[in-house]
């Protein structure tokens, strides 16, 4: 099976950073997915690893190690419409492709 | 691209009757799958097309679930006898394939189903 981990909640200041860490076990692991899911809303795609290291996009960045079962998401220069459920997802080799399995959801929340 | 839409948006239901919920998925994309998301927990898979073929089913999925994609584009998912239980966002999803096998999902906004 899959278990995916990562914090309940979080919260931050607005222009802060924050690191939403995300641990895995599963077998024969085949890449991370990062998507953000505002309250009754989609869950929108913001990041994907499958190599060890730091990938960066704008104010949003996302570390794996797959010898650690590890990731982050790094959000930077926090803004109020960042708050919203960060949901980290594992594909496993072997499964149906599409078939992520997703973590419970980090609900994040911006003060100002 | 309009993205992946889902009709309709809200459903309550009285508990024994049948429903059916629509996902149109982006134009292009030749997969589609169907995730359950109840509060407080991400989304978990139910079903997954390629192209008109409904190539697996998650456990979750009992025989009152029946999905179908008859011309490879809209899918319908049906509940049978719906119980307290079936409440939750049902959420759609597609994709285009890629070699690399790293396409991600494109969400649609969900159809929320609350059996009373």
């Known amino acids: 099976g899959q278990n995916i981990d990562q914090p309940t909640e979080m919260t931050a200041t607005e222009g802060a950073i924050v690191q939403i860490n995300c641990t895995y076990q599963t077998s024969g692991f085949n890449g991370l997915f990062w998507y953000q899911q505002h309250a009754g809303e989609a869950p929108t795609f913001l990041s994907y690893n499958v190599l060890d290291g730091l990938e960066e996009k704008g104010r949003f960045s996302s570390f794996l190690s797959r010898s650690k079962g590890y990731s982050y998401l790094l959000l930077k220069e926090l803004q109020m419409k960042d708050s919203a459920s960060y949901l980290c997802?594992?594909?496993?080799?072997?499964?149906?492709?599409?078939?992520?399995?997703f973590g419970r959801g980090t609900q994040l929340t911006v003060w100002p | 691209d309009t993205g992946v839409s889902q009709d309709p948006r809200h459903k309550i239901t009285k508990r024994g009757q049948n429903v059916t919920f629509r996902c149109d998925p982006i134009?292009?994309?030749?997969?589609l799958y169907w995730y359950r998301q109840t509060l407080g927990q991400g989304p978990e898979f139910l079903t997954y097309f390629q192209n008109e073929a409904q190539l697996e089913k998650s456990r979750l999925l009992s025989d009152r679930f029946s999905a179908e994609r008859p011309k490879g584009s809209f899918s319908t998912l049906e509940i049978q006898r719906t119980e307290q239980g079936d409440s939750a966002m049902y959420l759609c999803a597609s994709s285009l394939f890629d070699i690399n096998d790293n396409s991600p999902l494109h969400f649609g906004n969900g159809t929320r189903l609350t059996v009373t």
């Open positions: 134009s292009e994309h030749n997969r």
């Open positions: 997802a594992v594909k496993n080799r072997g499964s149906t492709l599409g078939r992520l399995y």
